[in-house]
């Protein structure tokens, strides 16, 4: 992950989750989870933030566990969701984790972190899955191009769908499904994938 990033969410944390802890798992991830996941089977949230996702995919009938690269954020979702399981992990590398899921989803992390990591970044994400496993992929496309920073520091990178379509080619993969969708939680467009893994 981007340093700066991380260390906004560390630092801000706690301001952002007030927000999305009184909202839900937005409509649109939630079609494409319940298009692609299967009930059951061990999932993993990567970038999970407030653990909220997290949350509703257990709910759901999906056994998640949720992993962050920020402290505070592994803070307020461990206190938020006592029950769940939260672990410490940053794309690209993701060095902590060496379980295999059958269900990856990465909602909005990808845009977090430099373009030159955004390849490896995916080739991880299905590295991560177990054979014929799925990955739900989502980032912004609001950066054009290059790379730009909000107010409070965290950075949004161009991400270029012809990047992710070679990476995941190179793993094995398969892309399923790929749209443009409007977030009703943010109103930002969105890229959703749906990505068959090896």
């Not at 909220?52 to 566990?65: E, F, I, M, S």
């Not at 060496?98 to 269900?103: D, G, I, S, T």
């Not at 977090?112 to 080739?123: F, N, S, T």
């Not at 161009?158 to 992710?164: G, N, Q, R, S, T």
Request: aromatic residues 6%.
């Amino acid at each position: 992950m981007d340093h700066a990033t991380v260390q906004s969410y560390d630092v801000h944390g706690e301001r952002y989750a007030r927000k999305w802890l009184t909202q839900t798992m937005p409509a649109e991830t939630q079609r494409a989870v319940e298009q692609a996941f299967q009930r059951g089977l061990a999932s993993v949230d990567v970038g999970c933030g407030s653990g909220r996702d997290v949350a509703w995919l257990v709910a759901a009938g999906y056994p998640t566990v949720g992993l962050e690269a920020s402290s505070t954020m592994l803070r307020v979702a461990r206190a938020a969701f006592p029950d769940l399981v939260f672990e410490e992990d940053a794309l690209p590398a993701l060095a902590n984790t060496q379980a295999r899921f059958a269900q990856v989803l990465c909602r909005n992390v990808l845009m977090h972190l430099p373009p030159a990591a955004h390849g490896a970044a995916v080739r991880r994400l299905l590295g991560l899955l177990r054979p014929g496993g799925v990955l739900v992929l989502t980032w912004r496309t609001d950066t054009d191009s290059g790379v730009a920073r909000d107010g409070d520091g965290r950075l949004y990178s161009h991400v270029a769908p012809e990047l992710v379509a070679s990476a995941v080619a190179e793993s094995g993969g398969r892309v399923r499904a790929r749209e443009a969708v409007s977030s009703g939680a943010s109103g930002k467009t969105l890229a959703l994938w749906i990505v068959d893994g090896a």
